[in-house]
């Protein structure tokens, strides 16, 4: 399978507890994205990487959010201190180049996401 | 206001009924469009992108109104398999996706 992968699909935790999620983008797309949803609603950005960079955090990544993408590949999404507030499904998307104007994407391809359920 | 809006729905329309969804954006400087498909707990997939011309793909119609900040996706001849939630996003600059908060669609037999 050459799509999005994203681990683990579910995770219960107890409040306050940390997490961390991984996301295996499409090898060849060099832009990977971190959304937010809940039910009944779009997916909200989080942040994006372009390679090892991260190049633009949303306000709704509080301080307990962090994410990186040390090697330019997969990234991991970590949430300390978990809080109720926190439970949603967290959506990984990927996106290579376009052959459009310069500084163009393609559309992103969606991973099956993590479902987080804090108690 | 928010970015991108979009009627929620429901929309309950009978097999072989002609749909129409619209979405308005916030941001004139606003580069690409999209109508992404969202089945219940399952991922969003693209549907299809949406240009300037207005683009057809089969079944689905997109258009989109830059002047009045306003994208619409028609669907003819609806199939049960058409049920689904459909998002309308806005890409800014190439960087993040701005989505909608969907409107769900439930074809009925």
């Known amino acids: 399978d050459t799509g999005v992968s994203q681990n683990p699909r579910h995770k219960i935790t107890k409040r306050g507890q940390n997490v961390t999620f991984r996301c295996d983008p499409i090898s060849e797309h060099n832009r990977l994205y971190w959304y937010r949803q809940t039910l009944g609603q779009g997916p909200e950005f989080l942040t994006y990487?372009?390679?090892?960079?991260?190049?633009?955090k949303s306000r709704l990544l509080s301080d307990r959010f962090s994410a990186e993408r040390p090697k330019g590949s997969f990234s991991t999404l970590e949430i300390q201190r978990t809080e109720q507030g926190d439970s949603a499904m967290y959506l990984c998307?990927?996106?290579?180049?376009?052959?459009?104007?310069?500084?163009?994407?393609?559309?992103?391809?969606f991973g099956p996401g993590t479902r987080l359920t804090v108690l | 206001r928010k970015e991108v809006e979009q009627d929620p729905g429901p929309f309950n329309v009978p097999e072989g009924a002609t749909v129409a969804f619209n979405c308005t954006y916030s941001n004139s400087a606003s580069q690409s469009f999209f109508w992404y498909r969202q089945d219940c707990r399952k991922e969003p997939k693209l549907l299809m992108s949406?240009?300037?011309s207005g683009n057809e793909d089969g079944r689905f119609t997109a258009q989109l109104n830059r002047a009045s900040q306003y994208i619409s996706l028609l669907i003819r001849d609806s199939k049960l398999s058409d049920s689904a939630t459909y998002l309308c996003v806005v890409d800014n600059y190439g960087q993040n996706f701005v989505f909608g908060p969907g409107t769900r669609l439930s074809v009925l037999p």
């Open positions: 998307a990927s996106s290579s180049p376009g052959q459009g104007a310069p500084g163009s994407y393609n559309e992103q391809f």
């Open positions: 949406v240009y300037s």
């Open positions: 990487f372009q390679n090892e960079a991260q190049l633009e």
